[in-house]
């Protein structure tokens, strides 16, 4: 199976911070476009942010100003860096890459399982 892992996942306090982690094996990210999507219960899956080969970025209005996306080529990581988490930030995180930002607005790329993150007192 040609799937990714996501990891960094779990419980933070309002105004915390998380840092997701997605890696997969056959798979390099500096040769896709990596995006971080989430979906919370009755919402639709929404896509965060994207980090393009070349290293170009984009957010979301929901998240920009508050999350970074990045990857360490040498290792093989793409990351999603998650500050002054709210309440709706709460959702299962998803990494997805893709060799053509179509295919993975599409959503036709690789996947990972997903990954919890709850942000509550």
């Known amino acids: 199976q040609l799937q990714l892992v996501e990891s960094g996942g779990g419980l933070v306090q309002p105004g915390g911070s998380l840092r997701l982690s997605c890696t997969g094996s056959?798979?390099?990210?500096?040769?896709?476009?990596v995006g971080w999507f989430r979906q919370a219960p009755g919402k639709e899956r929404e896509l965060v942010a994207t980090?393009?080969?070349?290293?170009?970025?984009n957010y979301s209005d929901s998240v920009t100003g508050r999350f970074t996306v990045s990857r360490d080529n040498a290792k093989n990581l793409a990351y999603l860096q998650m500050n002054s988490l709210t309440p709706e930030d709460t959702a299962v995180y998803y990494c997805?890459?893709?060799?053509?930002?179509?295919?993975?607005?599409?959503?036709?790329?690789?996947w990972g399982q997903g990954t919890q993150v709850t942000v509550s007192s």
């Open positions: 980090i393009f080969r070349s290293g170009n970025t």
């Open positions: 997805q890459a893709a060799r053509l930002w179509a295919t993975l607005l599409e959503g036709d790329g690789y």
């Open positions: 056959g798979v390099l990210l500096d040769r896709h476009v």
